[in-house]
């Protein structure tokens, strides 16, 4: 299986800008979850999906992050605009019901100028 | 509100000493923990995990124990190696209903040659 699969590696953008985060999970896992790596807090659950549903959106930092999975194979993560201090790296996992392990992709890089 | 705290921001170890990287939360529901090791430019991986029925789980060379009435679990790696440098995340989540994973800020390990 090639696993979680995330783009773009890096995104280096202006403040103001879009930005557009995308990630595959891996084939057959029914939930989803992007996470925030961060200095201060460390990974910070920002939204989980289960069966493509949004389930615990409450760490989304703000109304300009909105995420969608408009199917078991696909989801965006999408900040407008962006901040300088939306600078992090931005992880993606998923798992299956039936499973304790969650498997990471290798992240997005962000940077706001 | 951190639920899942990891006060120690950094380790260092001789090699083939002992590694012992403590976390601590503050939901007593939580009933499954997980660690997770992270290298520089790539995602968290799964390293080990526990529930709360038992208070110690063991693998090769690392052991996580569970201390529920201190709400307290710890890594110990023995004997450390230079490969194990990295940054170890604790997680706690709940084996049914809500599958939210919490994660800790991370501790920096570095094993010394």
């Known amino acids: 299986d090639a696993g979680v699969i995330q783009s773009p590696r890096h995104e280096v953008t202006e403040m103001g800008q879009e930005v557009t985060l995308r990630c595959k999970p891996i084939s057959g896992h029914d939930y989803l979850f992007w996470y925030r790596q961060t200095m201060m807090r460390g990974l910070e659950l920002l939204i989980y999906?289960?069966?493509?549903?949004?389930?615990?959106d409450s760490g989304m930092p703000e109304d300009r992050f909105s995420a969608k999975m408009p199917n078991a194979s696909f989801s965006t993560l999408k900040i407008q605009p962006s901040e300088p201090r939306d600078s992090a790296v931005y992880f993606c996992?998923?798992?299956?019901?039936?499973?304790?392990?969650?498997?990471f992709g290798e992240g997005s890089r962000l940077t706001v100028l | 509100d951190q639920q899942v705290k990891q006060n120690s921001p950094s380790l260092s170890v001789q090699e083939g000493r002992i590694s012992i990287l403590n976390c601590d939360y503050t939901?007593?529901?939580?009933?499954?923990f997980l660690w997770y090791k992270k290298y520089p430019a790539e995602g968290p991986t799964f390293l080990i995990s526990?529930?709360?029925?038992?208070d110690k789980n063991e693998d090769g060379r690392f052991t996580v124990f569970l201390n529920k009435s201190a709400k307290h679990l710890s890594l110990h790696i023995v004997p450390s190696q230079p490969g194990d440098s990295a940054v170890y995340f604790c997680a706690a989540s709940f084996l049914s209903g809500t599958y939210k994973y919490i994660f800790g800020t991370g501790t920096r390990l570095k094993v010394l040659a």
């Open positions: 526990i529930s709360s029925i038992k």
């Open positions: 996992a998923s798992r299956q019901t039936n499973t304790g392990e969650l498997f």
């Open positions: 999906f289960n069966n493509n549903v949004p389930i615990d």
């Open positions: 939901n007593s529901m939580f009933d499954y």
